[in-house]
């Protein structure tokens, strides 16, 4: 069983910054990949951005450049810089691990408002 502890959504202007953190409860090590999607109201859900335990990222085309994905060293830690944040950035921010069957988060509200 995994849980997650998620931080650092909020409130922003354009051009702003955010740091996402979310911290997992649970065996969760190198082999399995952590990582980020969002949900906008009316849309489905999408991938932000994935961090293997080797390493290797992926990113979502429209946040390329912007946001920084990055993994703790105990691999059950994942943090997401978002930089240049626009209004179309907000959502609710998951939380997830491909361990078992996938694990989710309770989710952070993000909003990208002047």
């Known amino acids: 069983q995994v849980q997650f502890v998620e931080s650092g959504g909020g409130s922003v202007q354009p051009g702003g910054s955010l740091r996402l953190s979310c911290a997992a409860s649970?065996?969760?090590?190198?082999?399995?990949?952590m990582g980020w999607y969002r949900q906008a109201p009316g849309k489905q859900r999408e991938m932000v951005a994935l961090s293997r335990g080797s390493g290797s990222t992926t990113y979502a085309d429209s946040v390329k450049g912007r946001f920084t994905i990055s993994r703790g060293n105990a691999k059950n830690t994942v943090h997401l810089q978002m930089s240049s944040l626009k209004p179309e950035d907000t959502a609710v921010y998951y939380c997830?691990?491909?361990?078992?069957?996938?694990?989710w988060g309770q989710g952070t509200q993000v909003t990208v408002s002047s």
């Open positions: 997830y691990t491909n361990r078992d069957s996938g694990y």
């Open positions: 649970g065996f969760i090590d190198s082999l399995y990949v």
